[in-house]
């Protein structure tokens, strides 16, 4: 494959990105720099959520752990989840949303830009939000899950038998409020993007698979976010206002916790994973020189995967005794994801079957994912029968699940995705023996550190537990385990150091250096702000194989053009005041208890965030 | 051609497969105390014989594909002038076929898990011993209400008879999890002042003689981590043997008084006489129901009831073991011990009360 890169190495271009400085980062509307910016911050949360890792590992590598206390853990497996679905694996994802989605339909933007911008500052100001709660003593403790009524204790009055809680819960509940607004809002975004900004020629059933899957997960976060928006404000209103929704001592019911944060929870994780799956649709296809094996089967799959993941959320509770017909219900439903799961392995392996194999660190990682997510899936089938997950539920059997499923599914697509689209961002290749070095220890590190989670959880490791007693044996493999999360650290800082290296060497990557199947790469690299001079029209699901095969197997580089007459929104830094408004507004939630006049500050951000949106609406264009 | 380093490779593959094959007897051994692979009770077997259904077709799934993956990966590796391959874009058939044969096999799945579901989650049929649990931050309860006894973080239940557990909490959420026993469900608050009353069952009859450890598995805060229980499974003899002592002064029997003679020969005791008076001087009657105490009778108070703590194998819910040197220094200090506990001490107590309290605690078995 490195001949084929060398053989289109294009001269070096022109900067793409007219507009340079803080200012035009700050005020930008452009999908490109906002999917940049979404990346640059996902990352590094993503590092955040590491080092918690790394902290918990190191605790456990062996018997009675002292190097942190039992609320310092609580507060870092409980941030380690929260940072690595909200801040890290979403927002990673929806750098691919931004910055891909538009390219891969044909289109010059996304449909509202301004409220793209707002997005990424929302969730860049949340997750701030909720890692200032480290320095000021009160991270959040109570698990990513929050299960009411540990999470709902009541904070008025509070008694000398029940002291009122810290602020740990409350930074947790508002966090997610805030990184809720910002995910609604880029789902709404992306979902009319897809309906309205197709290029001409684009039906439906011609777009990338990467495009189809991200449409499923738009549609999956507008319908599951509301539902944890709502119960959070319950919880909110158990904590400083004295209801009872999940309280039994006041009436309620903390089974209703559960109910409502996994019908959200459940296609969360979907939420996650499609999107890599999206990516190793992508990827699989391109580099073994044939289109993707039954891209019918693979649409309807991804779409009834989306629709029974709404159908299967108290799999997550078959502990707490919901009788035999809710159980055999559940357990069905969750036996039936694995059938269109399936369907979308078996395709991929129909892809790459009778194919031109090209071992580039992107297709390495897409295969790893595939590899890797079947184990994800089979454990998976085994805990969808309730009996035998009444053994398994909270154990490390469960930790070692979703941990194949989201490493090695979710973590491994966006690597790959980085890898393969790198070239297109950045107009750099990144290189490709650091690549491979990353691909290698990652892989290695990643079953170091997840697979012995099988063994000890099936050998009766519970989840969340801050040490455990010798005697029970599980010292060996929580030290291999320990051993292979620094591993697995060490393949980033390769993966580091390569984005490093790539920055500070020459712009060397043609329009399109792997032989790509889809828009992407018919424009330059980077693209020009506008993207397409001219719309594309598209006659198939694979445009830019069609223009090749018509061109006679070569294409040109496509030229830099002026963007003269072409219409871009100007920039604006009014979504980000409307962003610091909406922070103002929940942020000042947390000063229910401590400040007399609290609303008064709520009162200031809601201001604050009027007059952002009026400015906003009213924003002359020019 | 030379063969030496394929041969090389096949000896590195052998070694592999016996380092993989001892790794594989290491991980389902016999060595792990506290492993759902052991299984040592009707209901754990079965859930045990269901999980081996489920895992021997995912092995085979698992073989079937990741081996179909790694021979594509080397029979349609890219060589030098491949022509473009050809260009399928699906086969109908194929879809039909590898969405039919998963659903077969889950089927296979699925019925025994169905048949498994309806006996496991329902009540006991004829429960022989009925010991209620209710989970605490952060220790574990028993009642034995027909047996008339209360006693803390070992439950101690006769082999070969059917335990029907009953089970809630005092607080917050918490899961009863005995891996080799009864496997776990959670248990949920009940507060007697309202309507809302989940009380959770479970049932299991032990096939063994054994000392068996489990734990909380759901999150309950800060020693969450620590919050054990031990389940010791005892002869029919022994057991009763059991039930006749910590019958003794319970506040199920008699309103927590023991029988006149036991009383009479604890009071010429000095130790129970002094242990007594440090219990009280020191505040521990705050939380704790002790035999001969005022509060003897009292099934509500914070802490575990005391009155056999000295025939328990373990303190601070399965964390340490009972011994004088541990018992002391629990006394000592309780947030050194296990961080977060709600065991605080009114006052700190003298060497000479803790010295009193520790042979008090354990003469009272």
Redesign the interface.
Known sequence: ?ATSVLEHRAPAMPHAHPKTGLWSWITTVDHKRIGILYGATAFLFFLLGGLEALIIRLQLTGPNGKLV???T??ALFTMHGTTMIFLGVMPLSAMFFNYFIPLQIGARDVAFPRLNAFSYWVFLLGGIFINISFLVGAPP???WFG?A??TSSRVIPSTAAAPAPGLNIDFWVIGLQILGIASIAAALNFFVTIVNLRAPGMKMLRMPMFVWMSFVVQVLLLLAFPVITVALIYLMMDRNFGTSFFM????????MWQHLFWIFGHPEVYILILPAFGIASEILPVF????L?????MVFSGIFIGFVGFGVWSHHMF??????FA??FF??AT??I??PT??K???W??T????????TTAMMMA?AM??LF??GG??G??H?????D??????YFIVAHFHYVLFGGAIFGLTAGAYYWWPKMFGRLLDEKLGKAHFWLMFLGMNATFFPMH?LG????????????E???FE?WNLIETVGAFVLAFSFLIFLVNIIKTWMGPRNAPADPWHGATLEWAIPSPPQEFNFPKLPQVGSSVPQWDARRAAGGHLPEPALVSGEGIHMPNPSFWPLMAAIGVNLTLGSLLFIRQLPYWYGLTLFGAAWLFVSVYKWAFEPAH | MDTRPRRAWRAWLARAAVLGLVLFVAACGENYHQSTLQPKSDITRMIDGLFRTTFLWAMIVFVLVEAALIYALWRFRAKPNDPEPVQSHGNTTLEIIWTAIPALILVVIAVPTVKTIFKTSLPAPNPEVEVEVIGHQWWWEFRYPKLGIVTANEMVVPVSKMVGLRMWSADVLHSFWSPQLAAKRDVFPIFPQTKYKKVNPLWFTADSVGDYSGQCAELCGIQHGRMGLRVQVLSDADFQAWVAQQRVGSPLVDGGKPPAAVDSAWKADTVHTKGQAAFVAGGCIGCHAMVGTPLASALTLRGPNLSHVGSRTTIGANMYENNPTNLAQWLRDPQGMKKGSHMILPRPLTETEIAQLVAYLRMHK
Do not use: C, E, H
């Open positions: 494959m206390d039992p609320d853990y609580n403790d109570g698990g299960y009524n540990l039994p001592d006041g009436g309620g019911d903390p089974i073994s020189r044939k289109p094996f039954g891209y019918t089967a502990a707490t005794g919901m009788g035999p159980d055999t357990s069905l036996m039936v694995a059938l399936g369907v392995i078996f395709n392996i129909g790459i079957w009778g194919g031109s194999l090209r071992y295969i595939v590899a079947v184990i089979l454990s089938v085994m969808s029968s309730a009996p035998a009444l053994q398994q539920t909270d154990t063994i099936l050998n009766g490791m519970p989840r969340r537990v801050y040490s455990y007693p005697g029970l044996n060996f």
